[in-house]
């Protein structure tokens, strides 16, 4: 087992993790997890730095950021001195990654020409002397979600470091370790060391949002009202003209006359006097109707502008809670692997620990579903000819430890390969395969099988037990609906087959679901080969 050093909160301490380290006997592989970069600058920049000093060559392999922020740790004098007597090496963590990564995995044979090559140098310019390295390729690795070969990696760091006899210190950021991944990823990081150092340290800072939600703008409605004009009305009036009376015509019909023209005057003046006030009556209504237009803009403004918060509110809030709670299931996880608790306290504290990955599940969740009505879909990285098989069969065997009294089973029916996001596929098989354990009948097997076709590749997730109701379908893919009774608590908040949906249509396929009482409850998804 690891020897767990802890490096003292305060600076001016002298007797350090860092010092036990450099005392400690040769070989030593050592691992340090941090929350904050200035912490890791500080105490690496002194481990190296008294390798600087005690003559050794030090070799950095690094991202650019964090070599120079190691190297500000380091002082000045020494630092000038190692440089002119060539007795540093500073390496990039990428491009040295690239020398040896083949095709997404690590080649044992190319790390092993390419460390002899950086250790042949360092010796070279620094004949006789010893070596003291620190890298942080393993935690690219981790951070891209590629665990396995940074578990591989430190493997044959280990063996190099036991073979050349020299002394490496790798670096974890707690924030990828308690990402939720890898949930034992803590543990075996440690057991790949010889030493592992503990930070007290524990101000996080907050990852900002990326801010999507500013290229957002209210849709103006269209103001035809502003094209309402009143129409003057023709005025026939000053078409009247008195009437001569023909030759001949008697006194009796010219009155007549007269009367029937003063009667289609009073008629047409009252005409008039209509027209005037049904045009006084649309003015005021199209004076109403662009008032409830401007104010119909006013209300889409603001419930745009509420929806905007509300959805930066929650991916702030998202990223302000995971980075603390990673905090704590590392803690409780490193108090754990100490074993200086009593057996009752190990086991609250491993209650704990199950309650905080149930609330990391909810906060990545929240995240999702922020991210996908934000940008418009929940985002994928695809990789070529990945084995959808092999997802599955660690999703099956992650639930097979998580339900140890559940009958779960795998089949595979021909080569599963196509371009997905594991990482993504892994959260969509995981989510139907814990629905089917929970929702399903305690008597029954739970079924994964996988079916190669021509153009794609079929992931099926069947369960025996009551059908789901019709009413219920709709909802089922309907975020923060949950209407289903399951066997066992709550895991989350209704939002995994919503985000599952929308991860399965990120790689433009489909989810299906078929629920009968005879046949059981199917979940389908279906994945094209070429995107």
């Not at 690891?2 to 030593?28: F, M, N, S, W």
């Not at 109707?289 to 998202?318: H, P, W």
């Not at 995240?367 to 929940?378: A, E, F, H, K, P």
């Amino acid at each position: 087992m690891a020897t767990i050093l802890r490096i003292p909160a305060e600076a001016d301490e002298k007797a350090g993790a860092v010092e036990l380290l450099a005392a400690a006997e040769r070989p030593t592989h050592a691992v340090q997890f941090y929350d904050e970069a200035a912490a890791l600058f500080e105490s690496v920049g002194k481990f190296l730095g008294e390798g600087l000093e005690t003559g050794e060559h030090v070799v950095v392999i690094a991202t650019p950021a964090h070599r120079d922020g190691i190297a500000r740790c380091i002082d000045a004098d020494t630092f000038d001195r190692a440089v002119a007597r060539r007795q540093l090496t500073m390496l990039d963590a990428h491009e040295t990654l690239s020398t040896f990564m083949t095709g997404g995995s690590v080649d044992a044979s190319r790390f092993r020409a390419t460390l002899a090559r950086i250790i042949d140098a360092a010796r070279a310019t620094t004949p006789g002397a010893r070596i003291r390295a620190f890298g942080e390729m393993v935690d690219v690795l981790w951070r891209a979600g590629r665990s396995s070969e940074a578990l591989r990696l430190e493997e044959l760091w280990s063996e190099a470091s036991a073979r050349d006899s020299f002394t490496l210190l790798c670096a974890y950021s707690t924030g990828s370790l308690s990402d939720g991944r890898a949930p034992h990823g803590l543990e075996a990081v440690c057991a790949r060391h010889t030493h592992v150092l503990a930070n007290d340290a524990s101000a996080l800072r907050p990852i900002a949002p990326r801010d999507d939600a500013s290229a957002l703008r209210p849709i103006a409605p269209r103001d035809d009202a502003s094209a309402l004009r009143p129409i003057a009305p023709r005025d026939d009036a000053s078409a009247l003209r008195p009437i001569a009376p023909r030759e001949g015509a008697t006194s009796s019909s010219l009155e007549e006359r007269v009367r029937a023209l003063e009667n289609e005057l009073r008629h047409r003046r009252g005409l008039e006097a209509a027209l005037r006030e049904a045009l006084r009556e649309r003015t005021r209504v199209e004076a109403e109707l662009l008032e409830s237009v401007n104010r119909e803009r006013t209300a889409r403004a603001t419930a745009e502008e509420n929806d905007r918060f509300k959805e930066q509110f929650l991916a702030i809030l998202g990223h302000d809670l995971r980075n603390p709670l990673s905090t704590i299931l590392t803690t409780a996880r490193l108090m754990i692997m100490r074993g200086e608790l009593t057996q009752e306290s190990g086991r609250r504290l491993e209650r704990v620990i199950t309650s905080g990955v149930r609330m990391q599940r909810m906060i990545e969740q929240i995240l999702d579903v922020t991210c996908d009505r934000l940008n418009g879909g929940v985002p994928i990285v695809r990789e070529p000819e990945q084995d959808v098989a092999d997802v599955a069969a660690k999703v099956v065997e992650e639930a097979r430890l998580t339900h140890p009294t559940a009958r779960i089973e795998l089949q595979i029916d021909g080569a599963c390969t196509a371009p997905v996001d594991t990482e993504r596929l892994t959260q969509v098989v995981r989510t139907l395969v814990g629905n089917a354990v929970v929702h399903g009948s305690p008597d029954a097997p739970v079924r994964v099988r996988l079916v190669a076709h021509a153009d794609a590749v079929c992931v099926e997730v069947h369960n025996g037990g009551p059908p789901i109701a019709a009413a219920d379908r709709a909802l089922l893919f309907e975020p923060f609906k949950r209407n289903r009774k399951s066997n066992g608590p709550s895991e989350g908040l209704g939002l995994g087959l919503y985000i599952a949906e929308r991860i399965v249509r990120a790689h433009d396929g489909t989810l299906e679901l078929d629920s009968t009482a005879e046949g059981g409850t199917l979940f389908r998804v279906t994945l094209p080969r070429a995107p």
